[in-house]
T-cell receptor
Framework: ETGVTQSPTHLIKTRGQQVTLRCSSQ?????VSWYQQALGQGPQFIFQ???????GRGNFPPRFSGLQFPNYSSELNVNALELDDSALYLC??????????FGSGTRLTVV | AQSVTQLGSHVSVSEGALVLLRCNYS??????LFWYVQYPNQGLQLLLK??????LVKGINGFEAEFKKSETSFHLTKPSAHMSDAAEYFC?????????????FGPGTRLSVLP
């Protein structure tokens, strides 16, 4: 087991730009969830992918999208960045929901 | 719909004292309940979880929590605080029918441990 790794660890983007965040899941984990954690708040569920298909989504607009790949990696894409998108983005992987392992997150700052 | 409240955004205890972090939830379906800890610049680490069965759940690092359905509570306790326990603690709920599809987290409680 190698755990869940996220890249990059920190990122600064300009309002209106697009960003891609990456997550490498634990080997064999077919489920990945993404969360947004604003400063001083708890994580909020963005969406979940199971076997490369989105199978659950929180209250986030369509400019938040994702992909999951056969090699257990995944991406979170955010278009038309807004200042309020500044947050820590966490991914968590699981084998069919049996238990979730979280990565250390990507800190995104939008200026 | 599910929600979580955590009473006290910041709790301070002395080293060796009892730790009590409060969590109340609401859920329209049987809940699964979790406590996570987050150290600075790190992700979330699972302390313990309740799914079914025994309502007193023991976790890592000496923490435990008791599920009280009548009080809709899942408070976290540790008999004796250690300096290394200083961190942010999050309570979370997930529906038993959609486990993992939508963890709802509370706002968190920052625990400080004083020497």
């Amino acid at each position: 087991e190698t755990g869940v790794t996220q890249s990059p660890t920190h990122l600064i983007k300009t309002r209106g730009q697009q960003v891609t965040l990456r997550c490498s899941s634990q080997s064999g984990h077919n489920t990945v969830s993404w969360y947004q954690q604003a400063l001083g708040q708890g994580p909020q569920f963005i969406f979940q992918y199971y076997r490369e298909e989105e199978n659950g989504r929180g209250n986030f607009p369509p400019r938040f999208s994702g992909l999951q790949f056969p090699n257990y990696s995944s991406e979170l894409n955010v278009n038309a960045l807004e200042l309020d998108d500044s947050a820590l983005y966490l991914c968590a992987s699981s084998l069919s929901g049996s238990g979730y392992t979280f990565g250390s997150g990507t800190r995104l700052t939008v200026v | 719909a599910q929600s979580v409240t955590q009473l006290g955004s910041h709790v301070s205890v002395s080293e060796g004292a009892l730790v009590l972090l409060r969590c109340n939830y609401s859920s329209s379906v049987p809940p699964y309940l979790f406590w996570y800890v987050q150290y600075p610049n790190q992700g979330l680490q699972l302390l313990l979880k309740y799914t079914t069965g025994a309502t007193l759940v023991k976790g890592i690092n000496g923490f435990e929590a008791e599920f009280k359905k009548s009080e809709t509570s899942f408070h976290l306790t540790k008999p004796s605080a250690h300096m290394s326990d200083a961190a942010e603690y999050f309570c979370a709920v997930s529906g038993a029918d959609n486990y993992g599809q939508n963890f709802v987290f509370g706002p968190g409680t920052r625990l400080s441990v004083l020497p």
